[in-house]
């Protein structure tokens, strides 16, 4: 990133108040448009947005936050110096000394397509959409492409960017949230989406049922998995294992779920077009398994979590890891990808394994109604009664109570269909996972 030349220069003379000295730089492009099914223009946009992270050392370590990446470093490095006054650590915060990048993960910034390309990637996905929704549905598409490049310099010999490109559709079908991704606006296709769409409008046709408060065998639809894990990826943070804040404290190398579950945190993925090369530290993205075969098996870390537990960093050093409008200035565990791997069973398949039971559609407000420290979860949800292998009936205004540790430990069976979700403010990370087959939840109406 050209930008951060000036602080490459400063950090070659640092005054002798500041021992250490860092720059991470993210810069966002992004252009948009939507359009309804029907192929009209909604609108469009373009966004760029280049911020900076800048950490000073001293005794202790300051920091600021700036858009204006031409203000004199000098300046801005003796601000942050004068902020570590106000901080609450005893001591400094370690910056990275360095790591030798493969030259392969390196990529030149690409260039923004067109307004004109990507209004017409938004009309070509409309059109596929209300082919499989039927004309005359009501809903929407938003369609982007978006460049993130993160840099990051310091006065310890770190001095690595990353730049990525992928394009997104966000649908809004049917009362529900539908996304897809790939490397490029031609790639992008809705067509993958045909039998969730029609599966979507058989629930719609269900009859509404009184429902029975109880305890249930229950099936969660692939987006209620990828929404639990929105939040639910800190249960494998290093920092939240090291301050005993995840209800698998202390159960590193045990069995916390069955045979039948990997989750991992990738880079890169096949489940979504979204590219992780370095993180906010400049470390190495590295793909860690968490869950083996049902094995709890490793966490992911930044340089802070993994010095407390003698352990080497995943690259997993970031950012605006929660749902607030605030600046996100501190450093903290964040996922790149995280998947729980799929299943062999389809949809129906899992229907008739689940027999009696409730097929747990939607769910809402997640990240407001799960402790990741024990585990208990109250999720508000939509819900489909099964009887004998069949939808028989819908009922919303559900609640499911429980424990994450119960849920996924108790799981059954997986499907073989994935969901694909970017964190919903920020799209720092992405969560993609199946449907989930499991033995026994409490569900209120």
Not at 17 to 44: Q, W, Y
Not at 150 to 158: A, D, E, L, Y
Not at 342 to 357: N, Q, R, T
Not at 422 to 437: C, K, M, N, R, T
Request: proline share 3%; charged share 25%; hydrophobic share 40%.
């Amino acid at each position: 990133m050209k930008e951060l030349d000036p602080y490459r220069r400063y950090m070659k003379q640092l005054p002798e108040a500041i021992r250490e000295a860092e720059i991470e730089a993210e810069k966002e492009v992004s252009v948009s448009a939507s359009a309804a099914l029907s192929g009209e223009i909604l609108g469009m946009s373009y966004r760029e947005l280049t911020e900076g992270y800048v950490r000073a050392s001293g005794e202790k370590t300051g920091m600021v936050y700036t858009q204006k990446l031409t203000q004199d470093p000098g300046e801005v490095l003796m601000q942050a110096l004068d902020n570590s006054r106000y901080s609450e650590c005893a001591q400094r915060e370690r910056m990275n000394a360095g790591e030798e990048i493969p030259d392969m993960m390196r990529e030149e910034e690409e260039q923004a397509a067109s307004s004109g390309e990507v209004e017409e990637t938004a009309r070509r996905i409309a059109g596929e959409l209300e082919d499989m929704a039927g004309e005359g549905t009501g809903g929407y598409v938003r369609v982007s492409q978006v460049i993130r490049t993160i840099s990051v310099v310091n006065s310890r010999g770190v001095d690595e960017t990353a730049s990525s490109s992928h394009a997104l559709a966000e649908a809004g079908l049917y009362g529900m949230d539908w996304y897809f991704s790939a490397p490029s606006l031609s790639e992008l296709s809705a067509k993958g989406e045909r039998g969730r769409i029609e599966r979507r409008r058989q629930v719609l046709a269900l009859p509404e049922i009184p429902f029975v408060p109880g305890t249930f065998r229950v099936l969660l639809d692939q987006s209620v998995t990828a929404n639990i894990f929105m939040h639910a990826w800190r249960l494998f943070s290093g920092e939240a294992y090291v301050s005993g804040s995840t209800a698998y404290h202390g159960m590193l190398g045990q069995r916390i779920m069955p045979e039948c579950v990997t989750i991992s945190d990738q880079p890169v993925t096949k489940y979504s077009a979204f590219r992780y090369r370095i993180d906010c530290e400049g470390s190495l993205c590295r793909e860690t398994t968490l869950v083996d075969r049902g094995i709890f098996a490793g966490l992911m870390h930044n340089l802070a979590s993994a010095d407390a537990i003698g352990e080497r960093t995943t690259g997993k050093g970031g950012r605006r890891t929660v749902l607030s409008g605030n600046i996100h200035t501190d450093m903290r565990v964040m996922p790149a990808n995280l998947v729980m791997e799929p299943g062999e069973y389809s949809f129906d398949e899992l229907l008739a394994m689940l027999e009696d039971g409730v097929y747990v559609d939607q769910s809402l407000d997640v990240h407001h109604s799960l402790e990741i420290a024990s585990g208990s979860f109250t999720i508000p949800c939509t819900g489909i009664l099964v009887k004998d292998g069949k939808m028989a009936g819908r009922a919303a205004g559900l609640t499911m109570t429980g424990n994450l540790r119960e849920i996924l430990g108790g799981i059954l069976a997986l499907g073989n269909e994935m969901e694909f979700r970017p964190f919903d403010l920020y799209q720092s990370y992405v969560l993609a996972g199946p449907a989930i087959l499991t033995e026994a939840v409490k569900i209120a109406g």
